[in-house]
């Protein structure tokens, strides 16, 4: 880059000038040079410079440093400053529209007018500053500038609008900035693309030329330019100084050692000089990226021969010494192979650890969680684990819109290993109903699972999202009735509650009849005793009792104390103990139930044979009174004996009820 003095210049080799800055640079560079070999790193800058330096000569502009993925141009001009940006990024959008995501080319570009200070072929300024600030809070494909900008340039000319004030790191005051309106629907952006296309550059109108920065031409004719400049200081007396760009030159040759030794395999020579050029040029992009070319190919090595472990050392060792780089990316890099490699032999201890630490260390990281769903989801041998179906949780929670069918499938999947009234499943079933459509259908199977969680979560997910069918939600219902024991008490009581409205119904015998309801060969939570019982056997004898009423005759003669108390007490609630036979059945009771816990029908059958003093079977009465007092006393005797004195003591219950009603035979007699 050249520049020279004359009129206007302060000291000699040194300018103020009043300038248009451009800042361009290539969105997620850094990153892709970790994940990109060198040859296409070095393919995608060639491409860079061939689609956006013929813009810059267009338009005028000098180009005052190529780092990288990075252009510092400088216009005499804001206005073609700004025509110059909006056709480097027409000229982006065309190339990328036949290439892949990994291909394509997606630049910022921030514009900042001001008084600079033009100095060895660099220029410094606050207008400098300010625009390397705004490119930092731009997306990719964006043209922002400042207000100074918009004040000086033709508005007619460029369709834009405000974004905001900022409070930008560095400058003292708050930045008004402006974008480029990129509308390819407008016709008169449209037509301001193709006018550009079409002009040659005699036709695009610049300033008055200056003293200062020479603008940018190809580079055919840099030697012309020079001799043009040397011709006319003979011919005019005009002091003209030419000042090699002696840092570029620098920086470029330093980058192309680097890169040779690094393809010469001699990594140690190849971190050495870019450690050179990072003491010469610290705040240089290029020393930076020279430094991670180094430590990428040195992992790339290690990972070749599946060395994980001694990368992941290698890029400690290296951050450690040198804790200006970012090698987040590139430990990421790694943690995928690793855990790729160990999930592909199905050696979960290994790859779980490495999830875990991916997990942790890279929070809100879609591709992160991408990543676990797909090597720990269905094609994982013995199906997703708890990681992929978190991963799936994280996806869903870290974006917007529709789920895909990977993350959809398996929150879907989730369903089946939590319980349906958590907070997160809860909120799983909301994204699934709103962003997932498929999950209706895929999770309408999980109603004939035995699986509780699997079954619950369908039904309240198909429920939830209006989908579920008066007959599906029926026999949900009657299962849960049936199949829940008072561990589900929640989930039983709101099936109970289901019955008695659906006992409201003038039509409640029809709509069972179409049910074509068989007998009940089991009721699970009658095999236990609470008050969750008390509420099921309610229900059971008012909307089922042809249905369980064989059933509990069957119990009711069994020797399973919790099943012939609960076969009694339905058959009372439907009015039906005439159709036992009670001095049996209670005669039973008193030498076979759980004495700690002296249930109700003991109590009951008690009240049944003190009933009989006064009849013609007292003596029967007596004598049952009497085998069931020898029942508890063996009891207890038992309990003493085993030193369990608290079972004694409660047993002892039950043996005074026995006795109190003993005592009214006694005093008959």
Not at 300 to 320: P, Q, T, V
Not at 467 to 472: A, D, G, H, R
Not at 636 to 650: H, M
Request: net charge negative.
């Amino acid at each position: 880059m050249l520049w020279w003095g004359g009129r206007g210049c302060g000291r000699l080799g040194v300018a103020s000038r009043v300038l248009t800055i451009m800042i361009t640079d290539i969105k997620g560079f850094t990153e892709r040079t970790s994940q990109t070999s060198r040859e296409e790193m070095r393919s995608l800058l060639e491409e860079h410079e061939a689609l956006l330096l013929p813009m810059v000569a267009k338009f005028r502009g000098t180009l005052v440093k190529n780092i990288g993925d990075s252009f510092l141009v400088t216009f005499e001009s804001p206005t073609n400053a700004i025509l110059c940006a909006i056709m480097m990024q027409d000229k982006l959008h065309s190339f990328n529209e036949d290439k892949q995501n990994g291909e394509r080319i997606q630049v910022r570009i921030a514009l900042s007018s001001g008084e600079v200070e033009v100095r060895e072929g660099d220029v410094f300024g606050e207008c400098v500053n300010i625009a390397a600030r705004i490119e930092g809070i731009m997306e990719a494909s964006e043209i922002y500038f400042t207000e100074a900008v918009y004040l000086s340039m033709n508005k007619a000319e460029v369709p834009s609008s405000e974004v905001g004030e900022f409070r930008l790191k560095g400058i003292p005051e708050q930045i008004r900035v402006y974008r480029v309106i990129q509308d390819r629907n407008s016709d008169r952006y449209l037509q301001l693309l193709d006018r550009l296309k079409t002009s040659k550059f005699e036709d695009v109108a610049v300033p008055s030329a200056g003293n200062g920065l020479q603008p940018v031409r190809h580079r055919a004719g840099s030697k012309l330019i020079l001799m043009m400049l040397v011709v006319l200081a003979l011919f005019t007396g005009t002091l003209v100084l030419i000042v090699p760009t002696l840092k570029g030159t620098r920086i470029r040759k330093g980058r192309k050692s680097v890169a040779e030794a690094v393809e010469a395999g001699d990594f140690g020579l190849a971190l050495a000089r870019a450690d050179k050029m990072m003491q010469e040029f610290p705040e240089e992009k290029a020393s930076h990226d020279a430094v991670m070319i180094v430590v990428a190919a040195e992992v790339d090595k290690l990972l070749s021969a599946d060395k994980f472990e001694e990368a992941l050392e290698l890029i400690d060792g290296r951050g450690g010494e040198r804790p200006y780089l970012d090698l987040s990316g590139l430990r990421k890099k790694v943690l995928f192979a690793y855990g790729a490699a160990y999930s592909a032999k199905a050696n979960y201890r290994v790859s779980g650890a490495v999830y875990r630490e991916l997990f942790d260390k890279y929070p809100g990281d879609i591709e992160v969680y991408r990543e676990i769903a797909t090597r720990h989801g269905f094609g994982y041998e013995g199906g997703p684990t708890s990681y992929a179906t978190l991963a799936a949780y994280r996806i869903a929670e870290h974006s917007q819109g529709p789920l895909d069918t990977l993350a959809g499938d398996l929150l879907v999947y989730r369903l089946k290993d939590n319980g349906p009234y958590g907070e997160d499943i809860l909120t799983v079933r909301k994204w699934l109903i709103e962003r997932y459509p498929p999950a209706a259908d895929k999770v309408r199977d999980f109603l004939g699972e035995d699986d509780y969680e699997a079954r619950m979560n369908a039904f309240y997910l198909l429920k939830e999202a209006g989908k579920i069918s008066p007959e599906e939600e029926f026999r949900h219902h009657l299962r849960s009735l049936l199949e829940l024991t008072s561990s589900y008490a929640k989930a039983g009581k709101e099936s109970v509650e289901y019955f008695r409205e659906a006992l409201k119904d003038a039509a409640w015998r029809d709509r069972k009849q179409a049910m074509a309801i068989k007998h009940f060969d089991d009721v699970k939570c009658f095999h236990g005793w609470s008050s969750y019982q008390e509420e099921v056997s309610g229900v059971l004898a008012e909307a089922f009792l042809e249905e369980t009423e064989p059933l509990m005759l069957k119990w009711a003669a069994t020797d399973d104390s919790y099943e012939r108390a609960n076969a009694f007490r339905f058959l009372r609630d439907a009015g039906r103990l005439d159709r036992i036979d009670l001095w049996a059945f209670h005669a039973k009771t008193l030498t076979n139930y759980h004495v700690v816990y002296t249930p109700a029908h003991m109590q009951d059958a008690v009240n049944f044979f003190a009933g009989q003093v006064f009849t013609e079977r007292s003596a029967d009465a007596m004598a049952a009174l009497e085998a069931g007092k020898k029942y508890v006393i063996g009891e207890i005797e038992a309990y003493l004996k085993d030193g369990l004195k608290s079972q004694a003591e409660s047993a002892n219950r039950g043996l005074l009820m026995i006795e109190k009603a003993l005592a009214a035979f006694d005093a008959l007699h």
